[in-house]
């Protein structure tokens, strides 16, 4: 027979195992951070130490750095200062997050990443791995969403690239803020493998199988350029080259589907001018067969569905007509 006071002593021991586990887990969830204040830099973590010799910080655990327009947090960070205690770089692994903000000109740039290395006198960032970037500006309904496996961020320049991962191409949202009393502008979504934007002048150039996707739009081609206008309240020009394929869906209804060499889009005229090699299909509603177009040179109104054609070929729809018999007089 098994000793009942036997396992009495091994179920207490048991209960005063586990209690002490989690009294010691209990007090390391409770043990406060180190916090350290180092000129302008508030520093908090789980581990700080410091390099006298490099005027370098090395922390772990939960770190938090703050400046006046900066906030930096990540499970690890090496901090290089200088010997006046000034923020130089960052070097940033695990769960990354900055935050840093333009009061002069109402910006703020928030990214995520795997790592990252900031410089603060140059005002650059290098992040890799799942980055998102969401930059605010008040020339943007919301803020333009960055996604790809690595950005490249100058801050001073406003000229970021970002770069595809192995397994999703790059990605650029951005809602234009329109005008008060006119039509909502389009979203506008951007991919390819490269990605290059500038958020000072509202430029974006895309390389590597470029898209540029809106609600009415596609543009596809091999190189795609376009900016918004000043006020940010529209795509002011598109410009792709090469391997050019649009299809659109105008205000009437008409579609268009077009092929050619290079292709421009004016918002101020809503007009797209395709060149060189161009073959494009418009189905207008209520056509039973859509009219093609083939030559050097396209001019399509978005809005009316207006065109202009040079050195062309026209193919227009075919409508079935009843033949009308000649009369017995006619024949006499």
Same mark, same amino acid.
């Not at 493998?193 to 002048?201: A, F, G, L, P, Y």
């Given at each position: 027979m098994i000793n009942s006071r036997l396992l009495t002593t091994v179920a207490l021991g048991l209960a005063f195992s586990t209690s002490a586990i989690w009294s010691a887990q209990s007090q390391a969830q409770q043990t406060p951070q180190v916090k350290q204040q180092v000129g302008e830099l508030e520093i908090l973590a789980d581990e700080i130490e410091f390099d006298a010799d490099k005027n370098q910080y090395i922390l772990a655990g939960n770190v938090d750095l703050k400046s006046k327009d900066t906030h930096l947090t990540s499970e690890k960070m090496t901090v290089q200062l200088t010997p006046k205690k000034e923020l130089v770089s960052a070097l940033?692994?695990?769960?990354?997050?900055?935050?840093?903000?333009? /009061?002069?000109?109402?910006?703020?740039?928030?990214?995520?990443?795997?790592?990252?290395? *900031?410089?603060?006198?140059?005002?650059?960032?290098? +992040?890799?791995?799942?980055?998102?970037?969401?930059?605010?500006?008040?020339? +943007?309904?919301?803020?333009?969403?960055?996604?790809?496996?690595?950005?490249? #961020?100058?801050?001073?320049?406003?000229?970021?690239?970002? #770069?595809?991962? /192995?397994?999703?191409?790059?990605?650029?949202?951005?809602?234009?803020?329109?005008?008060?009393?006119?039509?909502?502008?389009?979203?506008? =979504? #951007?991919?390819? =493998?490269?990605?290059?934007?500038?958020?000072?002048?509202?430029? *974006?150039?895309?390389?590597?199988?470029?898209?540029?996707?809106?609600?009415?739009?596609? +543009?596809?081609?091999?190189?795609?350029?376009?900016? #918004?206008?000043d006020k940010g309240t529209e795509v002011k020009i598109a410009r792709a080259e090469e391997d050019v394929v649009i299809d659109n869906k105008s205000e009437n209804g008409s579609l268009l589907h077009a092929t050619g060499n290079l292709a421009t889009y004016r918002k101020p005229e809503n007009l797209v001018t395709l060149d060189g090699a161009v073959a494009a299909t418009v189905t207008r509603p209520g056509d039973e067969q859509p009219s093609t177009y083939a030559g050097d040179h396209f001019e399509y109104n978005l809005k009316s569905g207006g065109h202009k054609l040079s050195r062309a070929k026209v193919t227009l729809r075919q409508e079935k007509k009843e033949e009308k018999k000649p009369d017995a007089k006619d024949g006499d």
């Open positions: 940033c692994e695990g769960k990354v997050f900055i935050d840093k903000k333009n /009061p002069e000109e109402g910006t703020t740039v928030t990214a995520r990443s795997q790592t990252a290395t *900031y410089h603060e006198v140059q005002q650059h960032a290098d +992040l890799k791995g799942a980055v998102r970037v969401e930059q605010s500006s008040p020339r +943007l309904a919301k803020p333009a969403v960055i996604i790809g496996d690595k950005v490249d #961020l100058d801050l001073k320049a406003g000229r970021n690239v970002v #770069l595809r991962g /192995p397994g999703a191409q790059a990605k650029v949202h951005i809602e234009p803020k329109g005008e008060a009393g006119k039509p909502v502008p389009e979203p506008v =979504d #951007l991919t390819a =493998d490269r990605i290059e934007m500038n958020s000072n002048t509202q430029q *974006y150039v895309a390389t590597g199988k470029p898209a540029m996707i809106r609600p009415s739009s596609q +543009l596809r081609a091999k190189i795609i350029r376009f900016e #918004l206008d």
